[in-house]
């Protein structure tokens, strides 16, 4: 299983930016795709994570700001951040999980410049 991470750059604050995640195989194999986030000096966090029936769950610091979702077809998923706060600036990763197994994808880098 390869993930592939795309989306992110550098942004304002106020800003917006669409995180892609998309996978080698098919998403609905997974039970559960999510984002997370490593800040420098910081432990890697939750942002979002998406369940295969699309149920959603939201770190506090971004709920109401950022929104995942998932196209089975493309076998994707989205990460759309607006509102963008310089505290949002980490590297973003993407996470699968089937089973037992947990699959990451590369790191995004989302900077927001106040």
């Known amino acids: 299983v390869q993930l592939q991470a795309s989306g992110g750059g550098l942004v304002q604050t106020g800003g917006f930016l669409r995180l892609s995640c998309a996978a080698s195989?098919?998403?609905?194999?997974?039970?559960?795709m999510g984002w997370y986030r490593q800040a420098p000096g910081k432990q890697r966090e939750l942002v979002a994570s998406?369940?295969?029936?699309?149920?959603?769950n939201y770190a506090d610091s971004v709920t109401g700001r950022f929104t995942i979702s998932r196209d089975n077809a493309k076998n994707t998923v989205y990460l759309q951040m607006n509102s963008l706060k310089p505290e949002d600036t980490a590297v973003y990763y993407c996470?699968?999980?089937?089973?037992?197994?947990?699959?990451w994808g590369q790191g995004t880098q989302v900077t927001v410049s106040s």
């Open positions: 998406i369940t295969g029936g699309g149920s959603t």
């Open positions: 195989g098919n998403i609905l194999s997974f039970n559960i």
């Open positions: 996470k699968a999980n089937r089973a037992w197994s947990n699959f």
